[in-house]
């Protein structure tokens, strides 16, 4: 597509088009703060080009992974400005491959935003020399989490922002008038919804001993205690998540009153879906986040650093995340379910400064865009 005089060209970075819909709900709330002020022309770069375009309608979208330094220097070249973010994506294990992308916009002369970034686990010590060298030069640097602060700063970053996650700004998107009919719930007397996570780098703090076993007796439980049917709603729907979700219904006593969403949506049609779940239990953040802009009363099982932070926000207990055997689990469940009459207005109030909290990304982004347009 030919660049209209007067556009600004951005480019995006971060984990999309891998099918997360937390990574695309970040990219989405982005893309329409980006869209409001300004002519914008946006690329994006994706690990699937194809999905990125059919699900965002963005001018463009590079297969980032595919591409040699050689192969994305002028892709970058062409920019006014290149976002790194949102998400968690500054860890040991993938640290490396986000930044090679800012180090060539460092070489070229493009202006780096960091944007609503998480960061850790981070120990690795090229990575971290790394990333004072890559992020040095950024014009502003925004956080999503305290911890992500503390991970900067040691290395000798200066000028960090907390803010929150972009996708506390997601708005619903219609769903289908038969949608849950479709999926075998529209007579369901209570739903449950429950988001599960396989462990792995992102979340080290799991122990994979009798995993399976028990989510499986927490979702018997649920079912049991409080009469319900339970949705298992993958977030990550195209691989583990599904599989995962079918894993744990194995191991149940009660399968036949579980389901695992079969349909393929949008971030904002599970937003919107969230609306139907009298109660949830989740491990995946951004179903924790989804929840709360729906002030859907929830727990939040053992999962990582990320999602105690949310919770402190929200103000919300913390879930017991060392040693967590069965009983405990249960009977943290059982406590927030008798709760969950009083949940929703906490919840609400604390959503709303995280909100405003989120605002303060596009406020300093404005201000970055408002100055490179006075320069063309």
Same mark, same amino acid.
């Given at each position: 597509?030919?660049?209209?005089?007067?556009?600004?060209?951005?480019?995006?970075?971060?984990?999309?088009?891998?099918?997360?819909?937390?990574?695309?709900?970040?990219?989405?709330?982005?893309?329409?703060?980006?869209?409001?002020?300004?002519?914008?022309?946006?690329?994006?770069?994706?690990?699937?080009?194809?999905?990125?375009?059919?699900?965002?309608? $963005?001018?463009?979208?590079?297969?980032?992974?595919?591409?040699?330094?050689?192969?994305?220097?002028?892709?970058?070249?062409?920019?006014?400005?290149?976002?790194? @973010?949102? @998400?968690?994506?500054?860890?040991?294990?993938?640290?490396?491959?986000?930044?090679?992308? /800012?180090?060539?916009?460092?070489?070229?002369? $493009?202006?780096?935003?960091?944007?609503?970034?998480?960061?850790?686990?981070?120990?690795?010590?090229?990575?971290?020399?790394?990333?004072?060298?890559?992020?040095?030069?950024? /014009?502003?640097?925004?956080?999503?989490?305290?911890?992500?602060? %503390?991970?900067?700063?040691?290395?000798?970053?200066?000028?960090?922002?907390?803010?929150?996650?972009?996708?506390?700004?997601?708005?619903?998107?219609?769903?289908?008038?038969?949608?849950?009919? %479709?999926? @075998?719930?529209?007579?369901?007397?209570?739903?449950?919804?429950?988001?599960?996570?396989?462990?792995?780098?992102?979340?080290?703090?799991?122990?994979?001993?009798? #995993?399976?076993?028990?989510?499986?007796?927490?979702?018997?439980?649920?079912?049991?205690?409080?009469?319900?049917?339970?949705?298992?709603?993958?977030?990550? #729907?195209?691989?583990?998540?599904?599989?995962?979700?079918?894993?744990?219904?194995?191991?149940?006593?009660?399968?036949?009153?579980?389901?695992?969403?079969?349909?393929?949506?949008?971030?904002?049609?599970?937003?919107?879906?969230?609306?139907?779940?009298?109660?949830?239990?989740? =491990?995946?953040?951004?179903?924790?986040?989804?929840?709360?802009?729906?002030?859907?009363?929830?727990?939040?099982?053992?999962?990582?650093?990320?999602?105690?932070?949310?919770?402190?926000?929200?103000?919300?207990?913390?879930?017991?995340?060392?040693?967590?055997?069965?009983?405990?689990?249960?009977? #943290?469940?059982?406590?927030?379910?008798?709760?969950?009459?009083?949940?929703?207005?906490?919840?609400?109030?604390?959503?709303?400064? =995280?909100?405003?909290?989120?605002?303060?990304?596009?406020?300093?982004?404005?201000?970055?865009?408002?100055?490179?347009? @006075?320069?063309?």
């Amino acid at each position: 597509m030919e660049n209209k005089p007067g556009k600004l060209k951005i480019g995006i970075s971060g984990s999309y088009g891998g099918f997360n819909l937390g990574d695309e709900a970040i990219l989405q709330s982005i893309l329409v703060d980006l869209r409001r002020d300004f002519p914008v022309e946006v690329t994006v770069f994706s690990r699937n080009p194809e999905d990125t375009l059919q699900r965002h309608q $963005v001018e463009r979208a590079v297969p980032v992974r595919e591409f040699a330094p050689g192969e994305i220097l002028p892709e970058i070249r062409r920019l006014d400005l290149f976002l790194l @973010g949102g @998400g968690g994506i500054l860890y040991d294990e993938e640290a490396q491959i986000y930044l090679r992308e /800012v180090e060539i916009a460092n070489e070229a002369g $493009v202006p780096v935003m960091v944007y609503a970034v998480g960061a850790g686990p981070l120990t690795d010590q090229y990575s971290l020399k790394l990333l004072r060298k890559a992020l040095s030069p950024a /014009v502003a640097i925004t956080v999503r989490e305290k911890s992500a602060v %503390k991970i900067l700063e040691e290395v000798g970053l200066r000028k960090i922002v907390v803010t929150a996650d972009p996708a506390f700004l997601l708005e619903p998107q219609l769903l289908a008038v038969d949608a849950l009919q %479709k999926e @075998g719930l529209a007579d369901k007397k209570r739903l449950v919804g429950m988001s599960l996570r396989e462990p792995g780098k992102a979340a080290p703090e799991i122990d994979e001993t009798n #995993y399976h076993e028990l989510l499986a007796n927490a979702a018997d439980f649920i079912i049991d205690r409080f009469d319900a049917e339970v949705v298992f709603v993958p977030m990550e #729907y195209r691989t583990q998540d599904v599989q995962l979700s079918h894993a744990v219904i194995a191991r149940m006593l009660s399968p036949q009153r579980a389901t695992v969403l079969k349909g393929e949506y949008s971030a904002g049609q599970i937003l919107s879906l969230m609306r139907n779940f009298e109660f949830a239990v989740g =491990m995946r953040l951004h179903f924790l986040i989804f929840a709360a802009l729906q002030a859907v009363p929830f727990v939040a099982l053992p999962y990582a650093q990320k999602v105690s932070e949310l919770l402190e926000n929200l103000g919300i207990d913390l879930p017991p995340l060392k040693k967590v055997n069965s009983g405990r689990l249960l009977a #943290y469940i059982d406590h927030f379910w008798d709760q969950r009459e009083i949940l929703p207005k906490r919840i609400k109030e604390n959503t709303d400064l =995280m909100k405003e909290r989120s605002r303060e990304n596009y406020r300093i982004l404005y201000q970055i865009m408002a100055e490179i347009a @006075g320069r063309k």
